[in-house]
């Protein structure tokens, strides 16, 4: 069982877990904010993976004798055949 703590929201988000719960979209306001920090750890965790993701292609290098109208080609033939 979670602990309960006392958040600010403001007028906008008091308004949007309002009508959440009148539209009968959650049962409460705490569903709404675990819903919307759910939300916010995967986007969080997207932006780790595609950081290391821009690291992991600088780290490689330059490519060499890259010929990008064949790689394009490649892609293209790909995508085609499945």
């Given at each position: 069982?979670?602990?309960n703590?006392?958040?600010?929201?403001g007028?906008h988000?008091?308004?949007?877990?309002e009508n959440s719960?009148?539209?009968?979209?959650?049962?409460?306001?705490?569903e709404v904010?675990?819903?919307?920090l759910?939300?916010?750890?995967?986007?969080?965790?997207?932006?780790?993976i595609?950081?290391?993701?821009?690291?992991?292609?600088?780290?490689?290098?330059?490519a060499?004798?890259?010929?990008?109208k064949?790689?394009l080609?490649?892609l293209k033939?790909?995508r085609?055949?499945?």
């Amino acid at each position: 069982m979670g602990r309960n703590t006392s958040i600010s929201l403001g007028n906008h988000f008091e308004n949007f877990i309002e009508n959440s719960l009148s539209e009968g979209r959650f049962k409460n306001a705490s569903e709404v904010v675990r819903a919307g920090l759910r939300l916010l750890e995967e986007e969080e965790n997207k932006l780790i993976i595609l950081k290391k993701a821009v690291q992991d292609g600088i780290d490689s290098g330059r490519a060499e004798n890259f010929d990008a109208k064949k790689h394009l080609e490649s892609l293209k033939a790909k995508r085609k055949n499945g």
